[in-house]
């Protein structure tokens, strides 16, 4: 028999998703002080968004490394190319690609 997973409120999945937002917004503003602290806001969004079961928006999944999980700021950290329909973000951290289909 398959296993029946714990569905969460759609009020506490509402409050999990302004802890997500909340947390990306602070590792913008401390991305400028400190760059350790805007990717341990970045790694704590991410355990929220799986504690929770909710989906991160495409605009938030391009704003950090699938790879280390750091936070990106393009220029900085991060290189951007756009190439046959697809923007090409590339970590200076750990040198990995991530690829994002434009429409």
Do not use: W
């Not at 937002?21 to 913008?28: G, S």
């Not at 806001?41 to 490394?65: D, G, N, Q, T, W």
């Not at 190319?81 to 990995?96: A, F, L, N, Q």
């Amino acid at each position: 028999m398959p296993r029946k997973y714990s569905v969460k409120s759609h009020k506490v999945q509402r409050i999990a998703k302004e802890r997500i937002k909340f947390l990306f917004q602070e590792a913008r503003d401390a991305f400028k002080h400190n760059v350790n602290h805007s990717d341990k806001y970045v790694k704590m969004a991410r355990r929220i968004a799986m504690k929770y079961k909710i989906k991160l928006p495409s605009e938030l999944k391009k704003l950090f490394c699938k790879n280390c999980y750091k936070y990106l700021v393009p220029g900085v950290n991060c290189r951007v190319r756009i190439h046959k329909h697809r923007v090409i973000y590339y970590c200076m951290g750990c040198r990995h690609y991530m690829r994002h289909i434009v429409k």
